[in-house]
């Protein structure tokens, strides 16, 4: 059985410090501990470069090192992200663009001419024509994406097949929604026991899964380490045998997510936990955060402008908006999405942000945010009291 493993290692630049340090000892020293023990694995990670940004505040330097090692020794790869996790299809691309960049220049200061990723993560799996085009001009070869991007509907992919984006022509690896819905290990092992003939099984979930989200008692993940028929591969490895043996199939990809739904795409809603015109939130939120954006953009010469973008692109991580979703994600290992803390901090941002700027002509638009930020406040507190408060178990 051949698995194809790829984890997603993420927290909000913003987020307390006791978060980080919880899931960095509980999750991703298992992860790298794990494949330090055992050699002949390899995984496919996207560490997001915020996280990595309060593992140098934190002292996580030891940790840093390891994770050279093992990238030294080609038992991992590191994909691309965009430094501060927004949603891609939903910010401009000269936004993007720059937030690339940036976290290259943050992982090449650490890991040097190891750090040549070939892979890029976009936040989410949030698929959009024009943001995979714009990461293909960037240098990169592949990205990975949920199995319903293929055509807006489940169990319609073979993974062993290579595919390229007929937009962008990038190659494409799909993760099984089914393999990823609950702890991995377990999955895998028990596929193990019932495989007859060459399987290829590929899995992405988020890293917090391996130990902060669930207590391996049973150690499934050390089982399946252990096992004869068990060969992992990194993407980057895989899709060179898939995609040189056979030409690859250009496909017209459907804009979606990883927790998509074939309904939401039926309706065109590709990405509704982050921006839905049916909930007043959000619009009140795109609405500040475009007038934030465009504010801070016509400002660029300003004396604190440094401190203006500093808060611009912590408001704009996709969690600001996510956590104003209301959405049940209980039953694939997440919490109810309503958060109004988690809210806050986003919204404070952007507000911060703006009021940064030192130029006097901006007292109107500093007005303008402020009462949009006193109105999503409002919206947040009296939809918590009177819904969500006793409602929801997180």
């Given at each position: 059985?051949?698995?194809?493993?790829?984890?997603?290692?993420?927290?909000?630049?913003?987020?307390?410090?006791?978060?980080?340090?919880?899931?960095?000892?509980?999750?991703?020293?298992?992860?790298?501990?794990?494949?330090?023990?055992?050699?002949?694995?390899?995984?496919?990670?996207?560490?997001?470069?915020?996280?990595?940004?309060?593992?140098?505040?934190?002292?996580?330097?030891?940790?840093?090192?390891?994770?050279?090692?093992?990238?030294?020794?080609?038992?991992?790869?590191?994909?691309?992200?965009?430094?501060?996790?927004?949603?891609?299809?939903?910010?401009?691309?000269?936004?993007?663009?720059?937030?690339?960049?940036?976290?290259?220049?943050?992982?090449?200061?650490?890991?040097?001419?190891?750090?040549?990723?070939?892979?890029?993560?976009?936040?989410?799996?949030?698929?959009?024509?024009?943001?995979?085009?714009?990461?293909?001009?960037?240098?990169?070869?592949?990205?990975?994406?949920?199995?319903?991007?293929?055509?807006?509907?489940?169990?319609?992919?073979?993974?062993?097949?290579?595919?390229?984006?007929?937009?962008?022509?990038?190659?494409?690896?799909?993760?099984?929604?089914?393999?990823?819905?609950?702890?991995?290990?377990?999955?895998?092992?028990?596929?193990?026991?019932?495989?007859?003939?060459?399987?290829?099984?590929?899995?992405?979930t988020d890293a917090e899964l391996y130990?902060?989200?669930?207590?391996?008692?049973?150690?499934?993940?050390?089982?399946?380490?252990?096992?004869?028929?068990?060969?992992?591969?990194?993407?980057?490895?895989?899709?060179?045998?898939?995609?040189?043996?056979?030409?690859?199939?250009?496909?017209?990809?459907?804009?979606?997510?990883?927790?998509?739904?074939?309904?939401?795409?039926?309706?065109?809603?590709?990405?509704?936990?982050w921006k839905d015109n049916k909930k007043d939130i959000h619009?009140?939120?795109?609405?500040?955060?475009?007038?934030?954006?465009?504010?801070?953009?016509?400002?660029?010469?300003?004396?604190?402008?440094?401190?203006?973008?500093?808060?611009?692109?912590?408001?704009?991580?996709?969690?600001?908006?996510?956590?104003?979703?209301?959405?049940?994600?209980?039953?694939?290992?997440?919490?109810?999405?309503?958060?109004?803390?988690?809210?806050?901090?986003?919204?404070?941002?952007?507000?911060?942000?703006?009021?940064?700027?030192?130029?006097?002509?901006?007292?109107?638009?500093?007005?303008?945010?402020?009462?949009?930020?006193?109105?999503?406040?409002?919206?947040?507190?009296?939809?918590?009291?009177?819904?969500?408060?006793?409602?929801?178990?997180?």
């Amino acid at each position: 059985m051949l698995w194809i493993n790829f984890l997603h290692l993420y927290q909000p630049v913003h987020t307390d410090a006791y978060f980080i340090k919880e899931a960095t000892e509980k999750s991703y020293k298992r992860i790298i501990s794990a494949l330090e023990a055992h050699p002949e694995i390899g995984f496919t990670l996207n560490i997001n470069t915020c996280l990595f940004l309060r593992w140098e505040e934190l002292g996580y330097s030891g940790l840093i090192k390891r994770i050279a090692v093992l990238l030294e020794r080609g038992q991992i790869e590191l994909t691309g992200n965009a430094a501060y996790h927004p949603l891609l299809p939903l910010i401009p691309k000269e936004e993007l663009e720059r937030q690339i960049k940036e976290s290259e220049d943050i992982f090449r200061k650490h890991f040097g001419e190891k750090y040549k990723p070939r892979g890029f993560f976009m936040s989410e799996m949030a698929y959009g024509k024009e943001a995979a085009k714009a990461i293909k001009e960037l240098g990169y070869e592949w990205i990975i994406l949920d199995e319903i991007t293929y055509n807006g509907r489940l169990k319609q992919v073979d993974f062993r097949k290579c595919h390229i984006d007929k937009e962008s022509k990038l190659k494409l690896i799909f993760r099984s929604r089914k393999l990823s819905s609950d702890y991995v290990p377990k999955l895998i092992n028990k596929l193990l026991d019932k495989a007859n003939g060459k399987i290829v099984a590929i899995t992405a979930t988020d890293a917090e899964l391996y130990g902060l989200r669930y207590n391996d008692i049973h150690n499934e993940l050390g089982k399946l380490f252990k096992d004869e028929r068990l060969e992992t591969k990194l993407i980057s490895d895989y899709l060179d045998l898939a995609c040189t043996s056979k030409a690859g199939k250009e496909i017209n990809l459907v804009s979606s997510n990883w927790e998509s739904t074939e309904r939401e795409l039926k309706e065109k809603r590709a990405y509704s936990s982050w921006k839905d015109n049916k909930k007043d939130i959000h619009k009140k939120l795109w609405q500040l955060t475009n007038h934030v954006y465009t504010t801070v953009c016509e400002h660029q010469d300003d004396d604190n402008y440094y401190w203006a973008r500093w808060h611009l692109v912590r408001g704009l991580s996709s969690c600001t908006f996510w956590w104003a979703s209301g959405k049940d994600f209980r039953y694939i290992f997440g919490p109810y999405a309503w958060n109004p803390d988690e809210i806050e901090r986003g919204t404070n941002e952007l507000v911060r942000s703006i009021r940064a700027i030192n130029n006097e002509l901006t007292i109107a638009d500093k007005i303008k945010a402020e009462h949009l930020f006193v109105e999503i406040k409002k919206i947040v507190w009296e939809k918590h009291w009177i819904y969500y408060w006793k409602k929801v178990i997180n």
